[in-house]
């Protein structure tokens, strides 16, 4: 069964930087096309970027400039969004879907994870 | 950046209605686009995609059209278990950009 399991709420001050994991279960993560995306409370879903696994290329939402970072762990089968110079505008849940193909068919999504930015 | 454009923003319907969401692309995507269904504190689901694709365990109640700009997703006789929110993605270029949903309210 196809599963993605994300890592638990994070509570950050403004400034730092949040890495949320997405560890992928029930299929091969070698060749998997993996998007980032987030909610704030009653807000439209926002696209953040994505990354595929095999080659480990990315692109990112350019109004994101260099605060994301994509990475992900072979050896684990787990992706990463790091997101650095939080600001309370970024207090979101974060999702991660894949498509285990490399392509644009997320079908599977992650349960979400709630980054709240709060000095 | 490709922007995404739904209408109408929000829809009033009863069970057994017929109800079509409409997403216009600012330019051609030909047909890369995905559909998807959110519940409240739920993620996303993949309803459609490739514009007209049926995502496998979907109800065939729900159909989508469309290519280039213009696209649809109907639900042919609405169920309680459908009402959400609705959101289209484009996936032609590689910044992917959702529209800003349409939420289905009784």
């Known amino acids: 069964q196809m599963q993605l399991v994300q890592s638990g709420p994070e509570v950050k001050k403004p400034g730092t930087s949040v890495t949320v994991s997405c560890k992928a279960s029930?299929?091969?993560?070698?060749?998997?096309?993996i998007q980032w995306v987030r909610q704030a409370r009653g807000q439209r879903l926002e696209w953040i970027g994505w990354?595929?696994?095999?080659?480990?290329?990315?692109r990112n939402a350019q109004k994101f400039h260099e605060r994301v970072a994509m990475t992900r762990d072979m050896s684990t089968n787990t992706a990463y969004l790091e997101l650095s110079s939080l600001q309370s505008e970024d207090t979101a849940v974060y999702f991660c879907?894949?498509?285990?193909?490399?392509?644009?068919?997320?079908?599977?999504w992650g349960q979400g994870t709630l980054v709240t930015v709060s000095s | 950046d490709i922007q995404m454009t739904q209408s109408p923003s929000s829809l009033s319907a009863s069970v057994g209605d017929r109800v079509t969401i409409t997403c216009r692309a600012s330019?051609?995507?030909?047909?890369?686009l995905n559909w998807y269904q959110q519940k409240p504190r739920q993620a996303p689901k993949l309803l459609i995609y490739?514009?007209?694709s049926l995502q496998s365990g979907v109800p065939s109640r729900f159909s989508g059209r469309g290519a280039g700009t213009d696209f649809t997703l109907t639900i042919s006789s609405l169920q309680r278990e459908d009402y959400a929110t609705y959101y289209c993605?484009?996936?032609?270029?590689?910044?992917?950009?959702f529209g800003q949903g349409t939420k289905l309210e009784i």
């Open positions: 879907a894949a498509d285990i193909n490399g392509g644009t068919h997320f079908d599977s």
């Open positions: 029930g299929f091969t993560f070698s060749s998997t096309s």
């Open positions: 990354i595929v696994t095999g080659s480990g290329n990315t």
């Open positions: 330019q051609s995507i030909y047909t890369n």
């Open positions: 490739a514009a007209s």
């Open positions: 993605q484009q996936t032609y270029s590689t910044l992917y950009t």
